[in-house]
T-cell receptor, first 112, second 115 residues
């Protein structure tokens, strides 16, 4: 089946640093979503991207839908302790628009 | 802001027992999803409903798992009998199509531990 490669697997950074993570696929996707999940909670939608090249911001978060439609990245600027959590990318493959394909997540730890 | 509700939040059971989870989607959302998430992994779709109809249950272990959404609103996921390997977070999500875009919103999940 379709898979997403999400990297890095984990990050440990200092408060105030910028963070970048990305997701790649071998196939063309027509939707990219970025979620954050905190321990014991369900994923919370951060940013949704629906067009190639689209760049969208949500506060300190910025995400882009890659021009090739095979990748997406998420940047977090000036990280704070509450940014801690697992960030998942998810996308809809052009060949099956109903199903959401998930990455394995990027675990972020922020040292105050 | 409307949210997806799930209960219980935590469930501990012994293997071979039956368990049931409940989900109430965001009002007006026609599509409802049940996911299973094992620690360290992304969510895995178990079943997807469009109103009261199942549109995808290809990953649902049908020998022990069942799901229903009788009136097209809330939904129940059942496991009978539970096995040790069923220990996981069970997530419910809902979505509706707006201008061709379908975005899923998740509930807080039910953490199941099978002893």
């Amino acid at each position: 089946g379709q898979q997403l490669n999400q990297s890095p697997q984990s990050m440990f950074i200092q408060e105030g640093e910028d963070v970048s993570m990305n997701c790649t696929s071998s196939s063309i996707f027509n939707t990219w979503l970025w979620y954050k999940q905190e321990p014991g909670e369900g994923p919370v939608l951060l940013i949704a991207l629906y067009k190639a090249g689209e760049l969208t911001s949500n506060g300190r978060l910025t995400a882009q839908f890659g021009i090739t439609r095979k990748d997406s990245f998420l940047n977090i600027s000036a990280s704070i302790p509450s940014d801690v959590g697992i960030y998942f990318c998810a996308g809809r493959w052009a060949g099956n628009n109903r199903k959401l394909i998930w990455g394995l997540g990027t675990s972020l730890a922020v040292n105050p | 802001e409307a949210e997806v509700a799930q209960s219980p939040r935590y469930k501990i059971t012994e293997k071979s027992q039956a368990v049931a989870f409940w989900c109430d989607p965001i009002s007006g959302h026609a599509t409802l999803y049940w996911y299973r998430q094992i620690l360290g992994q992304g969510p895995e779709l178990l079943v997807q409903f469009q109103d009261e109809s199942v549109v995808d249950d290809s990953q649902l272990p049908k020998d022990r798992f069942s799901a229903e959404r009788l009136k097209g609103v809330d939904s129940t996921l059942k496991i009978q009998p539970a096995e040790l390997g069923d220990s996981a977070m069970y997530l419910c999500a809902s979505s509706h199509r707006d201008r061709g875009i379908d975005t899923q919103y998740f509930g807080p999940g039910t953490r199941l531990t099978v002893l």
